[in-house]
């Protein structure tokens, strides 16, 4: 059987045509839902352990901080966000997600090298193409390196900081933390963006306002 080889002229157009395909597909019909948390040990009197930001589309609509534990909505999407049902749900779910995350943090705290107080700040991300969830994943990165990468679709981890190898080998050995990961961000927050999405799509476009 003759070998087609990937360096050959018409196979390396195809296969660039193919990646422009993609990359077009994600920027033209792609809606994507984002959670920013940033964790640390130690915080001063009347200052949170936990902050969380919610992006829909790169736009912010969405804070939460664990010293009130509530959620504070900005801007229209916001506003409307904030009279639907799944507001206390995220509410608690945004509290409970940020306990669980410092409780990673302390336990990885032997493993980490600073000489200051450790902090964890954590992307957790879910992407919709075709009326289906097409990207599921999560980045942590710790005292502001980052360092782990966690491919909720396939189950597989990225180390970006070597640093971190031992961590990645302790969590992926963990099934029940791997899952744990992949329903909050394959389920939930794929859930969270259909919701939303309702409210996007209804709002009027103003000059700016980006699709993905």
């Known amino acids: 059987m003759r070998r087609i080889s990937l ?103 032997p493993q980490i090298k600073t000489s200051g107080p450790s902090t964890l700040q954590v992307e957790m991300f879910c992407q919709r193409e075709a009326e289906r969830c097409t ?23 990225t180390v970006i900081n070597h640093e971190a190898s031992k961590i990645k080998e302790t969590w992926k050995k963990d099934r029940g933390l791997e899952k744990y990961f992949r329903k909050l961000s394959k389920g939930d927050c794929d859930h969270w963006l259909r919701e939303f999405l309702g409210h996007w799509e209804a709002m009027p476009e103003p000059t700016g306002r980006r699709s993905t």
């Open 135 to 157: 990207g599921a994943s999560w980045q942590f990165a710790i005292n502001g390196e980052k360092s782990l990468l966690f491919d909720a679709m396939n189950m597989t981890w």
């Open 7 to 109: 360096t050959s002229s018409p196979v390396r157009l195809l296969l660039l045509l193919l990646l422009l395909l993609i990359a077009l597909e994600i920027m033209v019909g792609g809606h994507s839902l984002c959670f920013n948390f940033t964790i640390k040990l130690l915080s001063r009197p009347g200052q949170p352990w936990c902050e969380a930001q919610v992006f829909l589309n790169k736009n912010l609509f969405l804070q939460y901080n664990s010293d009130n534990n509530m959620v504070k909505p900005l801007g229209l999407l916001g506003k409307k966000v904030n009279a639907t049902s799944t507001w206390g749900e995220l509410t608690q779910t945004l509290g409970e997600v940020g306990r669980d995350l410092r409780m990673l943090l302390l336990d990885i705290k």
